[in-house]
């Protein structure tokens, strides 16, 4: 005779994300995450003094000291030309969530964050930045979330399409200890072409209307906007290529130039290490020399990255400063304004009490 208690189902099997998420529970995986981290990054840094205490360093500091005045320039306003493009990269944002700031000003916030999330990184940096700057003007979290995801993945949907160009057309020689053939470079930069193709065919299929993953709606406009998208970022890349170009005085072809900031990108992303510093002056090095001598490579690169990252950095700094001093005045209640006025004329008489 069947029995009549209902049969309880099988226990499910935890997937893959479950299993993953009871192993970061474990006690010793934060130490193994930093261990792991703390190698990389010490592997990383092995291999530029490697390279570094074989570079005539002497000979460096007189090439950088012998770059024309006018090729400095015409590189810094190259460089400058990139982060004026950049700035833009957030009025994708403000297009899409309507959050009612000028251009003028939208261009602005972006012009400060932009330097901090090249040295200090997107997190550290640009994200803590924009929010800073754009909660001061009433914009909502939510529109900030989507402004920065936008202007990032505006970033690298250029990146993408210029590398699957480049790889193809040129093979750049790569740094010692890179084991990536010419075949490898080129599907890479196929796939990576592939990813900006297929943003594009997300944007025409869904019409303006966000896509929605696990609960998590992800901006997404439509596809003209995100084919000026590609378009405006890897004109930036260009750009920031030009300046690199031309502080190698032409002596190596634009295609290495090129080559060197889209490599220097992703390896800086890879190895997590703040600006990339030491390892945009490793592949550049090693990318440029095949066409002049490598003291004068590294000279190059040494000047970008004092033309695009220190310098936009200061003033960068310097106008973040300004915009926090002036928010906390106007912030400031009348009385304390009137007590600090008080304060300073200090003990003159009141003309009520003669």
Not at 35 to 51: K, N, R, S
Not at 222 to 228: F, H, T
Request: proline content about 7%.
């Amino acid at each position: 005779m069947p029995s009549s208690q209902p049969t309880s189902p099988a226990p499910e099997r935890p997937g893959l994300a479950g299993r993953f998420a009871r192993l970061r529970r474990q006690r010793w995986w934060p130490w193994l995450l930093t261990g792991l981290t703390g190698g990389f990054i010490g592997f990383v840094v092995y291999l530029l003094w490697h390279q570094g205490s074989r570079v005539d360093w002497g000979s460096v500091w007189h090439s950088f000291l012998a770059l024309p005045p006018a090729v400095v320039l015409t590189a810094g306003a190259l460089a400058w030309s990139s982060h004026l493009l950049y700035s833009t990269f957030d009025l994708f944002g403000r297009h899409y969530t309507g959050h009612g700031l000028t251009v003028a000003r939208t261009m602005g916030i972006t012009l400060i964050a932009y330097p901090f999330t090249l040295n200090l990184g997107s997190v550290i940096g640009g994200v803590s930045a924009r929010y800073r700057l754009y909660s001061r003007q009433g914009v909502s979290l939510a529109h900030i979330g989507h402004i920065v995801g936008l202007s990032i993945l505006t970033n690298w949907l250029g990146y993408f399409a210029l590398a699957g160009a480049v790889f193809w057309a040129w093979t750049p020689q790569l740094p010692e200890g890179w084991t990536v053939g010419a075949q490898q470079l080129r599907w890479a930069g196929t796939a990576l072409a592939c990813v900006s193709l297929a943003y594009l065919v997300l944007c025409a299929w869904r019409r303006g209307e966000p896509l929605v993953v696990r609960d998590h709606p992800l901006p997404m406009p439509r596809w003209p906007v995100g084919l000026l998208q590609v378009a405006v970022s890897a004109a930036n890349w260009m750009l920031m290529a030009a300046a690199l170009w031309w502080l190698t005085q032409q002596q190596a072809p634009y295609a290495a130039a090129l080559a060197t900031i889209l490599l220097g990108a992703v390896a800086g992303v890879i190895s997590r290490i703040p600006a990339g510093l030491g390892v945009l002056e490793a592949v550049g090095t090693a990318v440029l020399s095949a066409y002049m001598p490598a003291p004068q490579a590294l000279a190059a690169v040494l000047a970008y990255r004092a033309l695009y990252f220190f310098a936009p950095l200061a003033l960068a700094a310097l106008a973040f400063a300004a915009t926090e001093i002036w928010w906390r005045r106007r912030a400031a209640p009348p009385e304390a304004m009137h007590g600090a006025t008080a304060a300073a004329n200090g003990s003159r008489p009141s003309t009520h009490a003669l």
